[in-house]
């Protein structure tokens, strides 16, 4: 079996595992020039949620229609519960089992539960520290990631991922770091989402197919779509979502969205009440893309104890559910065909 499906099998792929604080990654003239930030990846890989309470998410999770999640303990002091999908994006549940060794989880848990980081899977860590640091931007130097199993045995061949973190974020949180799979392994993977493996393992009661967008609560609407197109990811149409009070721009990444979202009017609304809790700009929520919302929305008004009315949005049919049942995040399930 390849390695990172092990990964998966075990869930313990990248996580928001933090990485020792490095120097900037130094100008290397070796460094092929890339042509985008994604270098043709997919964009968007998980999501964290955090909280103190691992088992309570997963049971509302599951409560809502998703499938067991794939659980592991990490030995820098975290603990997950990955819930997988058949294009090889993942939702993480993420908390911290020794706080002493983990300590930006109970920092970030100050404000309450919710979605940490987002994470975009690139071609290569250094192909885009070399883009961004084009445009100006500069990042630590790329780290490798492994796999510590139950038994203490790490997988063979070395590093299974290399992790960017930004050196200071030009987006308007630090919300975001990318990943670079070994490309051996994560071409098996994408081969085995294409040709439907994972579907057929990765079976949820309400039909979820995948991360299809990453909702983000911004104050400055135009200049959360500026600091995105310094990073190489241009800002697209301009919507409103009444659902959530807001205003919005889409920011295209690869398969995937990214959501901005800034409040229409000051104090109202839960994109404006989401950037009081939390100090300023942060994850607001996630997109799952479904085969059938009917199944998706029975589902979910069962776990969730209320009716869960359908809106047309620009993704698609979809529905919303709250923060108060997703543990400090919205979830939305959107019918795209």
């Known amino acids: 079996?390849?390695?990172?499906?092990?990964?998966?099998?075990?869930?313990?792929?990248?996580?928001?595992?933090?990485?020792?604080?490095?120097?900037?990654?130094?100008?290397?003239?070796?460094?092929?020039?890339?042509?985008?930030?994604?270098?043709g990846e997919r964009g968007i890989d998980h999501v964290n949620l955090a909280t103190t309470d691992l088992a309570a998410v997963v049971k509302s999770l599951e409560g809502l229609g998703l499938g067991?999640?794939?659980?592991?303990?990490?030995?820098?002091?975290?603990?997950?519960?990955?819930?997988?999908?058949?294009?090889?994006?993942?939702?993480?549940?993420?908390?911290?089992?020794?706080?002493?060794?983990?300590?930006?989880?109970?920092?970030?848990l100050e404000h309450g539960p919710g979605l940490m980081k987002l994470v975009l899977a690139v071609r290569s860590a250094e192909e885009s520290a070399a883009f961004l640091r084009a445009r100006g931007v500069e990042t630590l130097a790329p780290a490798g990631g492994t796999i510590q199993t139950e038994g203490g045995k790490r997988a063979s061949g070395g590093a299974l991922w290399r992790k960017l973190l930004f050196a200071r974020s030009p987006l308007p949180c630090d919300c975001l770091f990318l990943i670079a799979y070994d490309p051996r392994d994560r071409a098996a993977v994408l081969r085995l989402a294409d040709d439907g493996s994972l579907r057929r393992r990765f079976r949820h009661p309400n039909t979820a197919r995948g991360l299809r967008a990453v909702l983000w609560a911004v104050a400055d609407l135009e200049a959360a779509a500026r600091s995105f197109e310094q990073i190489g990811l241009a800002a697209g149409a301009a919507f409103v979502d009444a659902r959530l009070g807001a205003r919005g721009r889409r920011i295209r990444v690869g398969a995937g969205e990214i959501h901005l979202l800034a409040p229409t009017s000051a104090g109202a609304g839960p994109v404006a009440r989401l950037l009081e809790q939390r100090k300023g700009p942060a994850l607001l929520g996630a997109s799952l893309a479904v085969r059938e919302l009917a199944t998706a929305r029975r589902l979910a008004e069962a776990g969730a104890g209320r009716a869960l009315p359908e809106a047309h949005t620009p993704l698609g049919r979809a529905i919303l559910i709250p923060p108060e049942v997703v543990h400090g995040a919205w979830l939305e399930l959107v019918e795209r065909r």
């Not at 092990?6 to 460094?31: K, M, Q, S, T």
């Not at 997988?84 to 993420?94: H, Q």
Request: proline content about 10%; some cysteine; hydrophobic content about 50%.
């Open 1 to 39: 079996m390849i390695r990172l499906l092990l990964a998966a099998l075990l869930g313990l792929l990248a996580g928001c595992r933090r990485e020792p604080v490095a120097a900037p990654a130094a100008p290397d003239a070796r460094a092929p020039a890339a042509a985008s930030l994604l270098g």
């Open 68 to 108: 067991r999640p794939l659980r592991g303990r990490m030995p820098d002091g975290l603990e997950n519960a990955n819930f997988y999908f058949e294009d090889a994006t993942y939702l993480e549940v993420i908390s911290a089992s020794d706080a002493k060794r983990t300590p930006w989880v109970p920092r970030f």
